[in-house]
């Protein structure tokens, strides 16, 4: 598998001087996609070295592909690219998996509902057996993980978050359920929000780059890429896999 790295355009936003970031889209089990594209941006890095890398994933990284349990093992060892910081993000369903896992029905019955069958198979379970075994079927290291992961990271003019933030409220004031599912009005707005909103969520062919937000689902798991948003100084490009 093989992967690409567009030409650098000015953003719409910017990042200190030696910063530079890489946030990855929705992975959704599709672990060969990832390791794809963490060789790609090692590569990246090894041709354009930078003092201050930052390598961010921005969640939903379980569900609907192959490989769920791969991915999280593979990201829950710490840098996937050595000597690279990472930020792993918390998207929606890994808020579902998490309360599915702990025995909430209503939260099982909708992971069943959006793709938690291949994430169960993944770890070895029949999706239609008796939900007590889940949560034996998945590692203690992988459910560390999952509690550890964070809603949001700020980094320079950018805001990084799974799914987005309600345009009026503040950053301090956003309620969790926006930061995991919102869709509108977010997607639609056109106000300053104070920051750029770098997003997955909402999977679109191509990544979408607005003067107040930069979307990058580009639906894997659905045959699509897997995109990752290089941002430096004023600039963005993107690699996909």
């Not at 921005?58 to 690279?84: C, Q």
């Not at 209503?106 to 770890?123: E, Q, V």
């Not at 990544?207 to 639906?219: A, K, Y």
Request: glycine share 12%; with cysteine.
């Amino acid at each position: 598998m093989t992967a690409t790295l567009t030409d650098f355009v000015p953003a719409p936003a910017r990042l200190p001087p030696g910063r530079r970031v890489y946030a990855v889209g929705d992975i959704h089990g599709c672990l060969d996609q990832l390791v794809a594209l963490h060789a790609a941006i090692a590569a990246d890095l090894a041709a354009r070295p930078v003092a201050a890398p930052l390598l961010l994933h921005i969640g939903d990284y379980v569900d609907r592909g192959p490989d769920t349990a791969g991915v999280i093992e593979r990201l829950r060892h710490g840098p996937p690219i050595a000597g690279v910081p990472t930020v792993n993000l918390k998207g929606n369903h890994e808020q579902t998996m998490i309360e599915a896992l702990a025995g909430e029905r209503a939260a099982g019955t909708d992971w069943l509902f959006h793709g938690g069958k291949p994430a169960l198979a993944s770890y070895g379970l029949d999706p239609d057996g008796p939900r007590a075994a889940w949560r034996a079927a998945v590692p203690e290291t992988h459910l560390a993980f999952l509690d550890r992961l964070t809603m949001t990271h700020r980094e320079g003019g950018y805001l990084f978050v799974h799914a987005g933030i309600r345009p009026g409220v503040r950053l301090e004031d956003q309620a969790p359920e926006d930061l995991l599912r919102i869709r509108q009005p977010f997607l639609f707005t056109e106000q300053d929000l104070g920051v750029v909103v770098v997003h997955g969520h909402t999977p679109v062919k191509n990544p979408v780059v607005r003067r107040n937000r930069i979307g990058i689902d580009t639906g894997a798991v659905f045959g699509g890429c897997l995109t990752c948003v290089v941002l430096e100084g004023a600039t963005l490009g993107f690699v996909t896999a």
